[in-house]
């Protein structure tokens, strides 16, 4: 191989340094699981409505979860059809002042028992992307120091590049690995 010199600076030479060892740490820890050339992404997980058949769980929805619903909505009865209540309590809810009285209203009705689990909505797992690294390290670092915004079931998902990828992301990461980039004197 034909050796060129080119000026790089010290900045760019550690970042070079350190993802050569780190890739060939994780290659011998086997932390790529099993696959060539990976990438590291730390993912958080959430649930998003969806279908029964498609869902993870299903919730039940007590009869005083009315976050979404205006007050207009409630004065013209979308409350009680959501939710199957009485007309008489439906009138009540017609004459309240704001959401505040609204949820008194429910918490004092005879109905109460009635309506605890009125609503059911189903709920599929939802995996979303909030980082990715070129190593396992920097992917966990990021979850200690970002886990005031991740939820206990984060996780770091190895990834490949794709399947016969060419593009030039792929040989990059095949000379970090395989090639020795820096010989210090």
């Known amino acids: 191989m034909e050796m060129i010199n080119i000026k ?37 997980c959430n649930y998003i409505d969806c279908l029964p058949e498609d869902a993870d769980k299903a919730l039940l929805i007590p009869y005083n979860s009315f976050e979404g619903y205006t007050l ?4 013209n009865g979308t409350l009680k059809k959501d939710f199957d209540l009485s007309d008489c309590l439906n ?12 949820k008194d209203i429910l918490e004092t009705s005879k109905e109460s028992e009635n309506l605890m689990y009125s609503r059911t909505t ?29 939820s206990p079931d984060s996780r770091i998902y190895v990834k490949s590049l794709g399947y016969d990828n060419r593009s030039v992301f792929p040989k990059f990461l095949d000379i970090l690995e395989n090639e020795t980039l820096i010989e210090r004197e």
């Open 8 to 44: 790089i600076n010290k900045k760019l030479l550690d970042i070079l340094e350190h993802l050569e060892k780190e890739r060939i740490s994780d290659k011998l820890q086997k932390k790529t699981s099993g696959t060539r050339n990976p990438i590291y992404i730390v993912e958080d």
């Open 72 to 75: 207009k909505q409630i004065h």
């Open 91 to 102: 009138d009540s809810l017609k004459d309240a002042m704001d959401l505040e009285e609204v």
């Open 122 to 150: 189903y709920q599929c797992l939802n995996w979303e992307e909030k980082a990715i690294f070129l190593n396992y390290k920097d992917a966990s670092d990021y979850m200690k120091y970002q886990s005031h915004n991740l």
